[in-house]
């Protein structure tokens, strides 16, 4: 299995680190990907991810917005040559906590999309509330030659077919899809079939059931990948064959 968005490097591991990637290896996740959400915490997960030989994203968070200088290229690029580095995000428009203003957000979204196009380097979107905006950017940023992932996808079917039909974008499934009120979701899930999903833990955040509530750690990722199997109908095996080839055609892993 492949964690395809997760912040091993997070302050929350640094008791254990060496524990938490074990168990990871020892649940059978055999490549992560630690995503950053600022310069300053791009740089750490570089940093951290290299003795593990984790793969890295660099980015600015919608969150973090508001304290983007406005040359994003410039402050992104010197990390792009950096070991492990092989995609940008996570970057996107996050309108549910609004904690940057909306205008900084969809700025420092299409100076990242720019900067994976001229690099040729994949993207990890973070959305939420924000189909119309989000969509709108895409429109006139994004074009199907990209590799791009909205991750955390928690939408609807036709939110769904549209990023994938749309923009060719994957779908990251994380532990949301095991709460039991994802009904929605688990359709949406259905909709968009195993071809464009790929598996996620956004550790230590969002814990799938039957952990749910407790630090979420890359291991976790088996419980989603399992609710997913049986969601879609399909055998384990086979699912994390789809999923796994997925995440490497979208990172080159
Ligand atoms: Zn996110
Ligand atoms: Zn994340």
New binding site residues.
Partial sequence: MIDT?C?IHDKQFDADRDEVVARAFEAGVSCMLT?G?DVADSRRAIEIAEPYEISVAVGI?PHEAKNALHDIAEELTPLLDAPGVIAIG?TGLDYYYDHSPRDRQAAVLRAQIRLARDRSLPVVF?HRDAFEDFTAILREEWSRTMRGVV??FTGTAPQARTFIDEFGLYLGIGGVLTFPNADGLRQAVVAAGAQKLVLET?CP?LAPVPVRGKRNEPSFVAHTAAKLSATLGMHLDELVGITDENARRLFEL
């Fill in positions: 968005h912040h995503i959400e968070h996570e973070h991750h955390c956004d955040y």
